[in-house]
């Protein structure tokens, strides 16, 4: 999916020219796909203005309703995990500010995200409508549930940190689908990467990580 040219200071286009060679692809991050889409997308338009000088440094920052947009390189790791080709169908838990959501239109061909707070999903929708991407479709629920209705998914991921992985997540993989998610504590998790073949369920840990809580009824009771 191909996203619209948007006029832009050369300087924020440097910055994040700067951002891939120096915080991700230094860091590890190889996939070339993955490189071009944290190169293509905009993350300034997806931060609040109070922060937007800080659009391409190299951490989280926070957004409305006590959430975050995720440091530039655990977005681009996180994706890579998921190892997408072009041709899936994946299912984004927790929409925020989009931004997660953008990377993963440029990369697959449809992208469901589902946020629990609806003027975030709304706010994420018109992000993603103004940089021309169509490929996405934004829904308000509980993304610990899943959304079982467009399943099966060739990729789930999941951008708040759960106390365990949902049930109903491993479920709605397709047969060699992966998903990819932060489990542990409210403070502390480490990304935990689940791949479906057949009957069989690998799950696999990777690295430390840092995320809000994820709230629902197979997550965290509050962000609190």
Same mark, same amino acid.
């Given at each position: 999916?191909?996203?619209?040219?948007?006029?832009?200071?050369?300087?924020?286009?440097?910055r994040?020219?700067?951002?891939?060679?120096?915080?991700?692809?230094?860091?590890?991050?190889?996939?070339?796909?993955?490189?071009?889409?944290?190169?293509?997308?905009?993350?300034?338009?997806?931060?609040?203005? *109070?922060?937007?000088? /800080?659009?391409?440094?190299?951490?989280?920052?926070?957004? #409305?309703? @006590?959430?975050?947009?995720?440091? %530039?390189?655990?977005?681009?790791?996180?994706?890579?995990?998921?190892?997408?080709?072009?041709?899936?169908?994946?299912?984004?838990?927790?929409?925020?500010?989009?931004?997660?959501?953008?990377?993963?239109?440029?990369?697959?061909?449809?992208?469901?995200?589902?946020?629990?707070?609806?003027?975030?999903?709304e706010?994420?929708?018109?992000?993603?409508e103004?940089?021309?991407?169509?490929?996405?479709?934004?829904?308000?629920?509980?993304?610990?549930?899943?959304?079982?209705?467009?399943?099966?998914?060739?990729?789930?991921?999941?951008? *708040?940190?759960?106390? /365990?992985?949902?049930?109903?997540?491993?479920?709605?993989? #397709?047969? @060699?689908?992966?998903?990819?998610? %932060?489990?542990?504590?409210?403070?502390?998790?480490?990304?935990?990467?689940?791949d479906?073949?057949?009957?069989?369920?690998?799950?696999?840990?990777e690295?430390?990580?840092?995320?809000?809580?994820?709230?629902?009824?197979?997550?965290?009771?509050?962000?609190?």
């Open positions: 999916m191909a996203m619209k040219n948007k006029i832009e200071p050369d300087d924020y286009r440097c994040r020219e700067a951002m891939v060679d120096r915080q991700i692809r230094a860091r590890g991050v190889k996939d070339p796909r993955v490189l071009e889409a944290m190169r293509t997308v905009p993350r300034h338009l997806f931060v609040p203005d *109070a922060h937007r000088t /800080r659009s391409y440094h190299d951490t989280p920052l926070p957004t #409305a309703e @006590g959430q975050t947009i995720s440091q %530039p390189y655990i977005v681009a790791w996180m994706t890579e995990m998921l190892r997408l080709k072009g041709d899936e169908v994946v299912l984004e838990v927790g929409a925020g500010s989009g931004y997660q959501a953008a990377i993963l239109c440029l990369l697959a061909r449809f992208v469901y995200t589902i946020e629990r707070i609806g003027s975030l999903a706010s994420a929708r018109r992000r993603l103004g940089l021309g991407l169509a490929n996405f479709e934004v829904v308000v629920g509980d993304g610990t549930r899943g959304l079982p209705e467009h399943s099966p998914y060739q990729g789930i991921i999941v951008t *708040a940190g759960a106390p /365990r992985v949902p049930p109903l997540l491993v479920e709605q993989l #397709a047969d @060699g689908g992966r998903l990819v998610i %932060p489990v542990g504590s409210a403070t502390l998790q480490v990304l935990t990467v689940i479906k073949k057949g009957d069989k369920i690998i799950t696999s840990e690295g430390s990580c840092v995320f809000v809580p994820l709230v629902g009824k197979h997550g965290w009771e509050s962000s609190t």
